[in-house]
C-alpha cells in the first residue's frame, strides 16, 4: 500500500509568482484535503476535492485553487504569491465515507516566498 | 475563528510520567474528535479518536476523556517516552464537507 506522496519537497519563489504542489493519494483514497500549517500553528484546511469536484473549502482567497484528476491525485495552485504564503502545505487523502476523520498526510511542501 | 482550542502549548514530562493535553470546542455539529501525532519532518498521523457519544477511549498508553457538556475533550498519555516526543494536535471533525478543523498543537517533550 503506497502512503501519501507530494512534491517538490521544498520550494522557494518570490512574491507575485504562481506555484503549483502535487499529491498522490494513497491507495484505494478517493479524496483529497490540502492543508496550510503556518510555524508552529496547526494545519488550516484550504479546500477538499473528491470525483474531481471541490467539496468544501475553507477561509483562503480565490488564488488558492486546485484540481483532481481521475487517478484521485491532486495539485493546489497558489497565484500572486505574498510573503504570508509561506507555510508547510500538507495533502491528504481518505475515504469519502467510513471513518473520514481518518485523514493520511503526506510529507508536505515547505514553501518560502520572498 | 478559532473553533478549537487547544492548551498546553508546550509541556515537558519525565520518562514514565502523564502528559494531559486540553481542548475545547464551540460547534456542536462535529461527529469524531481525532488526535494526531506529528513529528517533525512528517504530517500529521492520526492516534486515536472518539466520538461524542463516548466518555472515554484507550488504546494502549493513550486515553481521550470526552466531556460533551462541557465541550471539553483531553489526551491523556500515559508512562510517557522518549519516542512520545512530538507535537499533538486535536481535532474536530465535520462530515459536512468531511472538513477536519484542527488546534493549535501541543509540543510534549519527554526528558529521560
Redesign the interface.
Same mark, same amino acid.
Given at each position: 500500500e503506497t502512503g501519501v506522496t507530494q512534491s517538490p519537497t521544498h520550494l522557494i519563489k518570490t512574491r507575485g509568482q504562481q506555484v503549483t504542489l502535487r499529491c498522490s493519494s494513497q491507495s484505494g483514497h478517493n479524496t483529497v484535503s490540502w492543508y496550510q500549517q503556518a510555524l508552529g500553528q496547526g494545519p488550516q484546511f484550504i479546500f477538499q476535492y473528491y470525483r474531481e469536484e471541490e467539496n468544501g473549502r475553507g477561509n483562503f482567497p480565490p488564488r488558492f485553487s486546485g484540481l483532481q484528476f481521475p487517478n484521485y491525485s491532486s495539485e493546489l495552485n497558489v497565484n500572486a504569491l505574498e510573503l504570508d504564503d509561506s507555510a508547510l502545505y500538507l495533502c491528504a487523502s481518505s475515504l469519502a465515507a467510513g471513518r473520514s476523520y481518518e485523514q493520511y498526510f503526506g510529507p508536505g511542501t515547505r514553501l518560502t516566498v520572498t | 475563528q478559532q473553533q478549537?482550542k487547544?492548551s498546553p502549548q508546550s509541556l515537558i514530562v519525565q520518562k514514565g510520567g502523564i502528559s494531559i493535553i486540553n481542548c475545547a470546542y464551540e460547534n456542536t455539529a462535529f461527529? !469524531?474528535f481525532?488526535w !494526531?501525532q506529528q513529528f517533525p519532518? *512528517?504530517?500529521? /498521523? #492520526?492516534l486515536i %479518536?472518539i466520538r461524542p457519544d463516548v466518555s472515554e477511549k484507550k488504546e494502549g498508553r493513550f486515553t481521550i476523556s470526552f466531556n460533551k457538556s462541557a465541550k471539553q475533550f483531553s489526551l491523556h498519555i500515559m508512562d510517557s517516552q522518549p519516542g512520545d516526543s512530538a507535537t499533538y =494536535?486535536c %481535532?474536530a471533525?465535520k /462530515? /459536512?464537507?468531511? *472538513? #477536519?478543523? =484542527? $488546534?493549535? $498543537?501541543t509540543r510534549v517533550l519527554v526528558k529521560p
Open positions: - | 478549537v487547544q461527529d !469524531y481525532p !494526531y519532518g *512528517k504530517g500529521p /498521523a #492520526l %479518536a =494536535f %481535532a471533525h /462530515a /459536512a464537507g468531511n *472538513k #477536519l478543523t =484542527f $488546534g493549535g $498543537g
